[in-house]
RNA sequence: GCGCCCGUAGCUCAGCUGGAUAGAGCAGCGGUUUCCUAAACCGCAGGCCAGAGGUUCGAAUCCUCUCGGGCGUACCA
């Protein structure tokens, strides 16, 4: 990578210096310039070390540059303050499109985490009514985080957590009972604190031709058929949402195995072990402000049901006995306090700081327009997914889903988005591959058999440069997504270099006269589709052959 | 009240492990087509980076306070 081989000059200039009167070191920084006028990389060397040399910045760096390797740099530089700026070769660059070429498909790709295992557990939506849009946004981010994990090495498993037990679902089971009664014509009415969606209502129509026997009564056995129903219907329903979307999980994850497995009564044992738990009030709690949380919290209620939490503590260590080295949950920051308590029980039983991680996202709202009648009756009011999906089309909600960072709120302009899809930024980034595909297809027999032997000797436009040293960018921005839980890094990166090749599409011709000029252009072409196919890959939207 | 996140162009947002003149898209105005797809490109305009202090060679970026918005602070999940 060009940015290692600029810090590596460095290091070694930088050793041969003396340092009799230190023994500190130094954390050699190397950063790419957003100036032409200050190279293609730059160092602040000089301005860090001047403290521990005693040296005034200037004159270090000049003396850094005295004992610089003159290979494969152009021009070196004392600038401003005491930046070292770098202005590389032809041929470095060359060499680093090569790089990519040779790795074709591959490039971004690392081993960073190589034999690890890691877990992205999304959505994990309570099956009890369709998925919203801000449900899509986890989806998507879910989704998207765990293909970056994989692109850096990791075994990657997506897992969708389910709440088939509980409150939540008898008063669902009861709801669809009502609705069913209702289909049969009778009076029944959704109890107050029930589920008065739609869907619902047509998931008892069905039921009723399927059953064709009237229920009565919601005894126990009823009650146990309806839970059963509702609950496979909502997640069929579920499925087919995220389907549209794309997106697949490895693991569908039910709640109920763990009451019945006994698991949720061990960790109890467990942390009564560990001494961290106490009564109060007749109910069990979890001393977690002691560890870190935010305040204690209940694990068995007075009436003796477990709490969200004391099962999710058993879940974690159900994670952990599957041997996975991370897991990561993406969740709403509405649980922001759930995952403080969360960590400090993990901390009580002693598990590693680090198995644990959260990516908390903020939510989606919908801007209406003013004076657009339509939005504004929609305003405030819930969209389904599956209703926005088919309004956007699956490339463009996951791309909006994820441009933005999890921790930012995303105000989707949704009537924009829907109206202006030309301009979308979507679009533009698609149509950059598509014209490399339509530039491949009019080469035709002039497309080198292979690629890491083509002469790049006339491939020296400033633009050309520098569109290599993005494409040499790309594993690095890759890592630190997938890293610090960014995916819209990608998406940032991805239109930086749908846009710098749409200008350089229009000032330059890949197919002319000169043999030798297309074979090196259309290398650096055959480099720029490969990396935009990558991102496209890692966000699963299409990448157009034609448009 | 307390905790977390956010406040950057008219709008939606990047940039935030401190660096040299703060960026993109959209919206606005004006241009570009003998030539690989104009779903593109170029130009103009637009900013006391919410505000006030502090830290230092240097702050949108770090610290403190204030103001404004979101979320949480359940024996819901």
């Not at 995916?487 to 890949?510: M, N, Q, S, W």
Request: aromatic share 10%.
């Amino acid at each position: 990578m060009l940015k290692s081989f600029v810090h590596s000059l460095l290091k070694s200039a930088w050793q041969e210096l003396d340092h009799s009167g230190s023994d500190e070191v130094i954390e050699i920084e190397v950063r790419r310039t957003d100036r032409p006028e200050f190279g293609d990389f730059a160092s602040n060397i000089a301005l860090t070390g001047a403290s521990i040399t005693g040296m005034p910045p200037r004159e270090l760096a000049q003396q850094i540059i005295n004992r610089l390797s003159r290979k494969g740099v152009k021009r070196i530089e004392v600038a401003g303050p005491g930046f070292i700026n770098f202005f590389l070769a032809d041929e470095v660059f060359h060499r680093a499109l090569r790089g990519v070429l040779a790795a074709g498909e591959r490039f971004g790709r690392s081993l960073h985490g190589a034999g690890k295992r890691v877990q992205v557990e999304f959505v994990s939506s309570n099956p009890t009514g369709p998925l919203t849009i801000g449900h899509g946004r986890q989806a998507v981010l879910g989704d998207v985080l765990a293909s970056l994990y994989e692109a850096i090495g990791y075994q990657v498993s997506r897992e969708y957590y389910f709440n088939d037990e509980g409150g939540q679902v008898d008063m669902l089971a009861r709801s669809l009972w009502a609705r069913y009664r209702q289909a049969w014509g009778e009076k029944e009415s959704v109890p107050e604190q029930g589920y008065h969606g739609e869907y619902l209502v047509k998931i008892a129509h069905d039921l009723k031709a399927s059953l064709q026997q009237p229920f009565p009564l919601f005894d126990s056995a009823t009650a146990q058929l309806f839970k059963e129903e509702a609950l496979s219907r909502m997640i069929a329903s579920i499925k087919e949402d995220l389907a549209l979307l794309n997106v697949r999980f490895d693991n569908w994850f039910s709640e109920a195995t763990l009451h019945r497995s006994g698991e949720v009564k061990r960790t109890l044992e467990l942390l009564d072990g560990k001494g961290a738990i106490y009564k109060k009030d007749g109910a069990t709690w979890l001393a977690a402000e002691e560890y870190g949380g935010t305040k204690d919290a209940v694990l068995i209620r007075s009436n003796g049901r477990p709490t969200y939490l004391m099962v999710d503590i058993a879940y974690h260590i159900n994670k952990w006995e599957r041997k996975f080295d991370h897991v990561i949950n993406v969740q709403g920051a509405d649980h922001h306090a759930q995952q403080a308590n969360m960590k400090a029980a993990m901390r009580m039983l002693g598990y590693p700081e680090d198995f644990l991680a959260y990516c908390l996202h903020q939510f989606v709202t919908i801007k209406a327009k003013e004076g657009v009648e339509r939005m504004s009756t929609r305003a405030g009011k819930f969209i389904e997914l599956r209703v926005m999906i088919e309004d956007l089309g699956k490339d463009v909600v996951r791309y909006f889903m994820v441009a933005r960072k999890p921790e930012s709120h995303l105000e989707l302009d949704y009537a924009l988005a829907k109206q202006e899809t030309m301009d979308n930024p979507v679009y533009y980034i698609q149509y950059s591959h598509t014209r490399c595909a339509s530039i491949f297809r009019k080469a035709g027999n002039r497309i080198p058999r292979q690629w890491d032997e083509v002469d790049l000797s006339l491939i020296t436009q400033p633009v050309e440069l520098d569109i290599i040293c993005l494409l040499d960018r790309f594993p690095e921005v890759v890592e630190e997504a997938a890293l610090t839980f960014a995916p819209h890094l990608i998406a940032e990166y991805a239109l930086t270099l749908a846009g710098k090749f749409h200008r350089y599409y229009t000032d330059f011709r890949v197919l002319t006269a000169e043999q030798l000029l297309t074979q090196g252009r259309l290398a650096l072409l055959r480099g720029v589709q490969c990396v935009l196919r990558q991102t496209l890959r890692l966000f699963k939207i299409s990448a157009p052959e034609e448009m």
